[in-house]
Nanobody, 123 residues
Framework: QVQLVESGGGSVQAGGSLRLSCAAS????????MGWFRQAPGKEREFVAG????????FYADSVKGRFSISRDNAKNTVYLQMNSLKPEDTAVYYC????????????????WGQGTQVTVSS
């Protein structure tokens, strides 16, 4: 079983930046694909970005391409989400999740989740 803990959320103005971190423990992190999802009030949880176990393959939702960047440090068992040029519509609770080796965009393909971190972007 893996434990995931997100951090780095907060409140920023539109155009600002935040970097989220997700620390993993409890199993071999380097063999897991990691994903970031977000859920706004009244909306479904949606895929934001994913990184393969090796870090060589990354994937992004169209809504964040060119603004967000996912990366991982397997030596630190941590995955990051750098968020730039933030917009009010990015406001949501952000979750990290894991699945074996390859990235998927469907939330039900991930079997471990963190507790989430709130990101609020004001206009």
């Amino acid at each position: 079983q893996v434990q995931l803990v997100e951090s780095g959320g907060g409140s920023v103005q539109a155009g600002g930046s935040l970097r989220l971190s997700c620390a993993a423990s409890g199993r071999t992190f380097s063999s897991d694909a990691m994903g970031w999802f977000r859920q706004a009030p009244g909306k479904e949880r949606e895929f934001v970005a994913g990184v393969s176990w090796s870090g060589l393959a990354t994937f992004y939702a169209d809504s964040v391409k060119g603004r967000f960047s996912i990366s991982r440090d397997n030596a630190k068992n941590t995955v990051y989400l750098q968020m730039n040029s933030l917009k009010p519509e990015d406001t949501a609770v952000y979750y990290c999740a894991r699945r074996p080796r390859t990235v998927a965009v469907g939330r039900y393909e991930y079997d471990s989740w963190g507790q989430g971190t709130q990101v609020t972007v004001s206009s």
